[in-house]
């Protein structure tokens, strides 16, 4: 099997090689992911061997002799043997992007006892080298100073991967141990956030005079925000929060809309949300306007917030939204709507009403945009799964890393309610794919699974390689005894390949882990134990 290199972090193809042979020994594919791990090793002179700790982070492709990749990777750690010492280097003791989380203590600018975060320190020749990666340290009371002495130590002891030594008695010949895995972990290097602008706006220097009565008189029956957000990609809103009051009881509704921007104006409706009075006090508070959120929106493109009484006008009886004039809010501006002239004008004094926007986005669009933010090794996305119909949350907080995000995005699932399976391509693409419907028959599986765990086509052929049976369906042909439990099982012997491995000394492909739970799942209690018993050996 042929390796080709490529740069750490361009990916581009090296010219650089290393100067002994790398001889892959295991191959090995999962259902989340694609190519998760490979394992190889290298023989010849000592200072080539020892060497490949310089390859530490290369970016490698595994082909056949007809050239074509089977397996793609990072060179993840590397173990060397080499006159009676051995060294260990991996990549997961690199960070060359650090912060430290801590309570603050003392005193300074930051209120003891409240949590804080010093800002990122990155050492620019390890990423060079490497990529980004990122790592928040958590520590207990701290003043900023000693958080920031912290940081600057973390960061010199992880900016480049430590070798770590032991002694293994005798000298043999110079050799290492390389072990390489795929490009879905990457994810987790960075942290995530969604970059979105425009999408609130608060202020600490509100004052009475500022707020804006709706409602009370013809002069100001609705008032209206001009809103720009940007995420990059199509969103919806499930929910507009505004600072309202009330002066007197009114009895009508507060009514709360989105409309289209049409020649500087609220042109058409999209969505709109009545809240009762009860809601309100004399007091402004932040309340909740929750729409249906079905309406996608086009980020960057801006729209309304209409505010209205759903009923008539009564200057004894009305709403107050809160609005600021010192003008802090740069995606829209502020209009009052006269009801007995059927025009929008500008507030004077101007102003920005303070809102704040719940955002969603469909599960494909988030997928993108964490490999966008955070797939600094990946080309893009390709969503074989097609329009999910599910949304989730904007994630803007960024104090969790993409793949721990990704991970939950997969979870929510497809339109056919099964798992979303992310697969790297050679091409370094991230394919969403919605996982299979089981076959009606465990003997329509298009595999098998002997009892020594290779995997054939059902006919019994040999496979070639582990990214030809992952995530396809097998009969485990060694499971007859659950036939045994077939007032309990309703496909026994039929599984789902998680993951995949071929050992190249031999050319067969072994099973490595599949899901027992779809002929486990309706078993009760002791059963299931026995069922489990008679397959564990076959995983």
């Known amino acids: ?5 490529f740069t750490p972090v361009a990916l581009t193809l090296s010219a650089r090689r290393p100067g002994v042979d790398v001889v892959l020994t295991r191959l090995k594919w999962t259902a989340v992911g694609g190519p998760d791990a490979a394992e190889g090793v290298a023989v010849g002179a000592e200072q080539r061997v020892w060497e490949l700790l310089s390859f530490l982070g290369y970016y490698v492709e595994a082909g056949n002799v007809a050239g074509t990749a089977q397996w793609w990777g990072k060179l993840w750690r590397v173990e060397i043997s080499a006159g009676g010492l051995r060294c260990t280097a991996t990549l997961d003791d690199l960070a060359n992007k650090v912060r430290i989380a801590y309570t603050a203590v ?17 050492d620019a020749a390890s990423q060079a080298l490497y990529g980004v990666r990122e790592r928040q340290d958590s520590q207990r009371d701290m003043t900023t100073g000693e958080a920031e002495t912290r940081r600057a130590r973390l960061l010199a002891d992880m900016a480049l991967p430590r070798a770590k030594y032991t002694f293994s008695g005798p000298s043999g010949p110079a050799q290492a141990k390389l072990y390489f895995r795929g490009l879905w972990p990457t994810l987790s290097w960075l942290t995530y956030a969604a970059d979105v602008t425009g999408a609130s706006y608060t202020s600490d220097a509100v004052v009475t005079a500022d707020h804006q009565k709706v409602g009370e008189t013809v002069a100001n ?4 925000q001009l809103v720009t957000v940007t995420t990059g990609r199509p969103f919806y809103i499930p929910k507009i929060q505004l600072q309202v009051s009330i002066l007197g009881s009114p009895v009508d509704n507060l009514r709360v809309s989105t409309y289209t921007n049409v020649a500087g104006n609220p042109g058409v409706l999209l969505e709109t949300v009545d809240v009762s009075p009860a809601a309100f006090t004399t007091v402004s508070t932040w309340q909740d306007a929750l729409l249906a959120g079905t309406t996608a929106m086009a980020s960057g493109t801006a729209f309304w917030i209409v505010v209205e009484r759903s009923g008539a006008i009564d200057a004894a009886n009305y709403y107050i939204v809160v609005s600021e ?17 059927g025009l929008w004008g500008a507030r004077v004094p101007d102003a920005d009403m303070t809102f704040q926007l719940a955002l969603t986005w469909a599960t494909g669009d988030a997928l993108a945009d964490v490999v966008e933010e955070c797939g600094q090794f990946l080309a893009g996305t390709d969503l074989q799964c097609g329009a999910t119909g599910v949304t989730t949350p904007v994630y803007t907080t960024g104090d969790k890393d993409g793949l721990t995000i990704a991970q939950a995005l997969l979870a929510d699932g497809g339109s056919g309610g099964q798992r979303l399976l992310p697969w790297v391509t050679s091409q370094r693409y991230l394919r969403v794919e919605e996982e299979p419907a089981a076959p009606a028959q465990p003997a329509d599986a298009p595999l098998r699974v002997r009892a020594d765990g290779v995997i054939t086509t059902r006919f019994g052929f040999p496979v070639d390689y582990p990214a030809q049976v992952v995530r396809r369906y097998a009969f485990v042909e060694a499971a007859e005894p659950l036939s045994r439990l077939s007032q309990y099982v309703q496909s026994s012997g039929l599984a789902f390949i998680e993951a995949a491995e071929l050992d190249v000394g031999t050319g067969l492909v072994k099973l490595a882990e599949a899901n027992l739970y779809r002929y486990l799942d309706l078993l009760p209690g002791p059963a299931a134990n026995q069922a489990a018993d008679v397959l564990a050996p076959l995983l």
């Open 1 to 5: 099997m042929n390796l080709a290199w």
């Open 106 to 122: 003392g005193s300074g600018e930051i209120t003891p006892g409240t949590s804080a975060r010093t800002a990122w320190a990155s």
């Open 221 to 224: 029956a609705k008032v209206a």
């Open 325 to 341: 004039e010192a003008l802090g809010y740069l995606g829209g501006n502020f209009l009052i709507y006269n009801s007995f002239t």
